[in-house]
């Protein structure tokens, strides 16, 4: 039958209906002609190579919730920072000079990515606009950075940083700053006005109290105020509520467009301040999106949380897990701190770690023997099942665990990734808990909702809840490098 022929006799066959049934044929170049597309996200159809009806505004709709989706997927690590800031200012630090310290160790009342119960935390946020250029006065013997307001690298303090662990007089520079810099202080440049001023100090025999005397020694002025510096505030962090965790709703929007307000224009790429335009983000106008906008921001940010979940929870790009044969995760080797190669943002890879973790750092990934720490986490049991609050399991630790300074295993909930709310201040495992060793000097740590008779070593877990472990070494030996010594699979027990 001709074409022609096709035609005539698709008409006859829709006599009396409103609208003609069109031939297929198929186009080589791949143009919609006469037909309906068919796709995952509905169908929709064109004619004579049109868009019909409300086809055009669909698919517009779709472009424009696919991009917020991107937007929240490429911008997770300046959310997650400025979710931060603001969980501190909601707790009471608002200015410089107030440093919070969790002088009695982080708990479970803190919601905090993947924080630890072992090292006592001080935590300060710097204001570059307001301030102009400022100073850090760090005391010695403290592990942290200083990161800008898109949580990227700005500068090490510690035995990795300038000061080599002995404190020191740090200079932050604000963004194009040109002035003259005065000698005597380590100097750093921020891209942006906001940053982040965090360290970590270590117990000494059990104790927090000499690391908090230390932390009470931060000094955080403007450099115009260097001859009198304004007084210090230190806010006790423990067993209160402080929320800084990135939200999966509008709310991330909201925080997004709040940052890129505040912050220079070329701190975000020209692609990706296009993507943030086409959702109503832009530097200089206000963030007003109408009711229809908002529900399509709304479940984007519940996608692009979903995304990120399957991202991080269970990943199959390769190089994830630290050992082939095992289920504990790392960075995968070769990745840097910048997450980036050949010059590409290895979005996937960062979102990977920064769904769950925070602080950014080249001592967090470089090979630094016997310096600094590392990390190995796992969401799954040795049969690969994400692992259950309502089951038992047991992690047996081999002898001579390749940590000069401590170790610890604490546990946190998938939900929030911060420590599990188990109805225990401390949802851990430490070289500071003394645990029960046996003979050959491996440990074995226990997990469930009710310890078993005759079991030390116990982490309650909360039937109907998720939960994952992170496993630190603080000082890793080579051993943890070389992969020589190896952490065993979490397997279940009944």
């Known amino acids: 039958m001709t074409r022609s022929a096709l035609a005539a006799f698709a008409f006859i066959c829709t006599a009396g209906t409103s609208l003609p049934v069109y031939p297929q044929v198929k186009e080589p170049h791949g143009w919609l002609n006469n037909e309906t597309l068919k796709t995952r996200s509905g169908n929709f159809e064109f004619r004579n190579g049109y868009p019909v009806g409300d086809t055009a505004e669909r698919l517009l709709e779709l472009r424009k919730f696919n991009r917020a989706v991107e937007v929240y997927l490429t911008q997770m690590m300046p959310v997650s920072e400025i979710a931060l800031r603001e969980g501190m200012r909601a707790f009471g630090s608002i200015k410089p000079t107030q440093v919070v310290i969790w002088e009695n160790l982080m708990d479970a009342q803190t919601t905090l990515l993947t924080g630890n119960t072992e090292t006592v935390y001080a935590i300060g946020q710097l204001d570059l606009k307001t301030d102009g250029p400022t100073v850090i006065e760090a005391p010695p013997h403290m592990l942290g950075f200083i990161q800008d307001g898109l949580q990227r690298y700005v500068a090490d303090v510690g035995p990795l940083g300038a000061d080599k662990g002995k404190g020191g007089k740090f200079l932050v520079l604000p963004p194009s700053f040109s002035g003259n810099v005065p000698e005597g202080y380590f100097v750093a440049r921020s891209p942006t006005y906001s940053l982040t001023f965090a360290v970590r100090g270590f ?140 010059g590409a943002p290895q979005i996937d890879a960062r979102d990977n770690i920064y769904y769950m973790a925070a602080g950014n750092s080249p001592a967090m990934m470089e090979k630094n023997v016997g310096k600094g720490s590392q990390y190995l986490w796992t969401y799954r049991d040795a049969d690969g099942n994400f692992l259950d609050g309502s089951k038992n399991y047991s992690l047996h630790v081999l002898p001579g665990i390749p940590a000069n300074n401590f170790w610890s295993v604490v546990v946190y909930d998938p939900l929030s990734r911060s420590e599990l709310q188990n109805g225990q201040p401390f949802p851990s495992v430490s070289t500071f808990t003394r645990p029960s060793v046996n003979a050959d000097g491996s440990i074995d740590i226990v997990f469930g909702p009710d310890q078993p008779k005759g079991k030390a070593n116990w982490i309650k877990t909360v039937p109907g809840k998720g939960w994952f472990p992170m496993f630190r070494f603080y000082g890793p030996a080579s051993p943890f490098f070389d992969r020589t010594w190896k952490l065993d699979d979490i397997v279940g027990v009944k």
């Open 203 to 342: 117990q000494v025999e059990g104790k927090t109290d000499q690391a908090v005397a230390l932390m009470k020694q931060i000094r955080i002025y403007p450099l115009a105020d260097a001859s009198s510096p304004p007084p210090m505030e230190f806010m006790n962090g423990s067993r209160r509520n402080i929320d800084t965790v990135l939200p999966d709703n509008l709310h991330y929007y909201e925080l997004l467009a709040m940052l890129v307000d505040e912050e220079p224009l070329e701190s975000f790429g020209p692609l990706e301040r296009f993507q943030m335009q086409a959702i109503g983000i832009e530097k200089g106008k206000p963030f007003d999106p109408d009711e229809k906008t908002k529900a399509l921001l709304s479940d984007a940010a519940r996608l692009g949380g979903a995304m990120a979940r399957a991202n991080a929870f269970a990943s199959a790009e390769p190089g994830v897990f630290y050992y082939p044969d095992r289920k504990w995760q790392h960075v995968p080797d070769g990745m840097t701190y910048t997450f980036t190669r050949e």
